[in-house]
């Protein structure tokens, strides 16, 4: 069974160039990007005080962090993302993501599939209802494009 330890995506010369490609998406640095996403904090939690989900979300969702070297800075906005869903009432759901424009609606969805590939940190049920709403208003091409984007958050 030791050939199953075997990391085969280091041969992968695809992902090696997928990689390299992904490496110059940010021309920040890690600091920048990540006082960029604490500025961004601040006004989402400001409108989520306010009881404005729509622009609390719209908000987060606005220049998410791509890029390799910047997990810190994607997973905050990740949970940046995540308060705001949860701060949602569930009847307004169906409001804020109509309101969504439909790259707004796409980006929302990998911050989704995201949390649901880390089942400790984020609520999947939650994750689940707001998956359901994006998928009925915007068809299952919103999850096509998510799946075949490289730009993960």
């Not at 089942?119 to 994006?134: D, K, Q, V, Y």
Request: aromatic share 4%; with cysteine.
């Amino acid at each position: 069974m030791a050939h199953r330890k075997l990391a085969i995506d280091g041969f992968d010369e695809e992902k090696q160039q997928i990689a390299q490609q992904m490496q110059y998406l940010s021309t920040k640095s890690d600091s920048e990007v990540a006082s960029m996403v604490d500025q961004k904090a601040s006004a989402v939690r400001a409108a989520i005080t306010r009881g404005n989900s729509a622009e609390a979300l719209e908000r987060a969702l606005a220049d998410p962090p791509y890029g390799r070297g910047l997990e810190a800075a994607q997973s905050a906005n990740a949970l940046l993302v995540s308060e705001v869903l949860m701060a949602t009432r569930t009847q307004d759901i169906n409001s804020v993501v109509s309101s969504l424009s439909d790259d707004d609606r796409d980006v929302l969805l990998k911050y989704i599939y995201h949390g649901l590939g880390h089942p400790a940190e984020f609520n999947c049920g939650m994750l689940l209802s707001w998956h359901e709403r994006i998928v009925e208003a915007g068809g299952l091409g919103s999850i096509v494009r998510v799946m075949a984007d490289r730009k993960t958050v």
